[in-house]
């Protein structure tokens, strides 16, 4: 017998198991999956010519129309939540018109879902803005906070009642590093000020948004709300551990992208980046963490590119996806006790996903960082909850149709939905609550041998 063995005999049949009330489903974006968002900015910079290949977002997944068939499949694979998001360009076409008809789908879409059991997390703000917005300066227009208040106040007024889980905004940083730095998003700027402006503006939208949420639930006497955002993160590591510049470089991201953007919400200060002093509300403004982690980063000295831009220098050796993102499910777990330790939240992972060919790398890949939010949860922080990106292909932004991150495939053509294997292995996950030794021999060998050590 091995050494191994003779340690820890008890070990040798192993399974990951979530509490009972641990919420399983995927996420989604209305722009990615609906189709036909002709009113917002993305559908201009599309018309431009600005996306991989020159495609479209068109009729995207057809969503709009299939809604009802998505969540029915959704309910066969025992998913009990759903991300999505609401199309403000949809709801307010013009400026100052709120469209009933379009109000009036996204109740069906979450009556749908409470039809089928699934519980909704619903987005406000995920990348897509209405045109007209857009042209007076979005969110560096001093008037435009108050412009998308008063659009948060008629929806969460419209629908509030279907809804408890509420997310403010989708990745600030990742929205403003590519509409406001690398140009690669509309409006396409080059600005190191207006993205720092920007992500400012966006602490307080995602303030006002919360306090905005918490008044109409008083005002009509509804159940509690819990309202967070989703913020991307990424793990950080000098590309060379001896570099000391490289650790250097490592440590200031892992600060500037990771902790920074969390830090008003329990200190109530600004810092740094943002300026000084104090950020009235800040400190009661967040129910719930959203954590958005796909990769790892190795970062090595380079002055003045973005920290997304990081991703380029990642060691070639290691595992990578469609997108070149490099796979560290370790990132996740250091990410998840270093967030809860400070913001003292509960956490859900809001996006999680690879893109990827391989359906057997997807289904190692949900593993593996099923293991590493597992581990997390064990050492004591408080997960409700994992949404896979996505339920389905779908419009990756600039990227276009070129990166299957979905659990599930799609005919361009018929709309046709062709589930892959890992929606199958996923849904026995959804199901049992269960990673189970088998799941874990045969998608993740390495977990099994780290737990036998
Ligand atoms: O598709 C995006 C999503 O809109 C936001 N988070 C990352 C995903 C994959 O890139």
Partial sequence: MTKKHKQNPKRKHYEIKFPRNFYWGTSMSAHQVEGQNIFNDWWEWEQKGKILNRQVSGDACNHYNLYKKDFAMMKNMH??????????????????????????HYRKVLLELKKDGIK?????????????????????????RKIFNRYVRRIVTELGDLVEYWITINEPYVYTNFSYWEGLWPPGEHSIIKFIKVLKELLHVHIDA????????????????QVGFAKSFVWFDPQNKRSIMGRAVARMYQYLYNKLYFKPFYTGRYSLLFGYGKIHNAKE????VGVNYYF?????????????????????????????????PDGLYYLLKLTYRKVKKPIFITENGISTLDDTQRISYIVRHLDAINRAMRDGVDIRGYLYWSFIDNFEWAEGYTQPFGLVAMNHRTFERIPKSSSQVYSEICK???????????YAKRIKDRILR
């Fill in 120 to 144: 909704p997390m619903v987005t406000l703000f995920h990348f897509t803005l209405p045109y007209w917005f857009l042209e007076q300066g979005g969110f560096l227009n001093p008037n435009g």
């Fill in 210 to 225: 919360y306090q905005i949420i918490k008044e109409v639930y008083r005002n009509n006497g509804w159940r509690n709300s």
């Fill in 79 to 104: 998913h009990s939540m759903h991300r999505l998001s609401i199309e403000w360009s949809r709801i307010e076409q013009t400026e100052g018109q709120f469209n009933k008809r379009e109000i009036a």
């Fill in 285 to 288: 403004s967040l129910d719930f």
């Fill in 432 to 442: 049992t609550g269960k990673v189970t030794d088998h799941m874990i021999s045969k």
């Fill in 296 to 328: 790892r980063c190795a970062c090595k000295f380079s002055v003045f590119k973005s920290p997304l831009h990081m991703r380029l220098h990642t060691d070639k050796t290691m595992e990578r996806t469609l997108f070149n993102w490099e796979v560290f």
